[in-house]
């Protein structure tokens, strides 16, 4: 039976990845002074970091664990399901751990990158992973329904409801997107490490939920998941027209990244180049997931045809 993914799941994988938040932008060192021959071997195992993806890859494995010995291997969460989490994971710790996080403290380019690699890698990698599953099955019997209950009056109330919106979702997305990269917040990020912890806090917050949606709908009923189709163009266009914007920009935003001739680009180039990841690999993403769903929507139509009387 098709693992069916609810509100607490979406809270609950919020909480999972902000658990991972805390102490990444720890992980980010000085980068200025370093060059492309030292770059590579500059891995990061930053305390907070290791431990945070520790802890949810152990919280997953755990409930895994229990649920497989209780319903069966590969039923309640399939394989396909448990190899999306670790993906995910490792997505995520490729973004704050490798050598890409010097990058994107010494290049935009670099920074574009662990940016979609967190939004459009990790949190839908992880979103399939049924993360909400997994967790409420580390808990013991009690603290499950506890935990049901508490999050069934969470999602019924007022706030709840306007908070797992999908609107509320592409907006939260959209407008992370674009808050994060307006000069005096990308500033402030890069001189301070409590903004910037701040910064990817809201990007592992509104992407997983920004993609649960997606996953959610879908996987649903074929007369809903036409309805993918707002959702994606939601987010697709602000971050093209964002893309478009720091491609073709006069001059470079970024006093941070004053540093990017020391690696052989301009900063007017670093910032093009940036802005190239987020309208074109970041599209390809976006018309990737609506063909996905396209092509889910003729195959049932088809089988409808085949059926019909």
Known sequence: MRPRLTRAHAALLAGLVLAVAPGVAGAHGGAEGESWGTVWGAWSFAPAVVLGLAAAGTAYAVGLRRLW???????????WRA???ALGLAALALAVLSPLDVLADALFAGHMAQHLLLMMVAAPLLVLGDPGRATLWALRLEDRRRAGRTWSRARHSMWGGVALHPLAAVAAYAGVLWMWHL?????????????HDLEHGTMLSAAPLFWWHVVRVAEGEPARQALVLPLVIGVMLPSMALGAI??????PWYAAHEASAAW??????????????MLMPATLVHLGVLGIVFARLAR???ARAVHAP
């Open 69 to 79: 010995a209780s319903a069966g291997t590969g039923h309640g969460i399939a394989r």
């Open 83 to 85: 190899a999306c989490f």
């Open 183 to 195: 000069p005096a917040l990308y500033e402030a990020a890069a001189a301070s490490a409590l903004v």
């Open 246 to 251: 720091l491609s073709f920009a006069g001059s």
């Open 264 to 277: 052989g680009l301009a900063r007017a180039t670093d910032q093009q180049v940036g802005g190239l990841l």
């Open 300 to 302: 049932a139509s088809g």
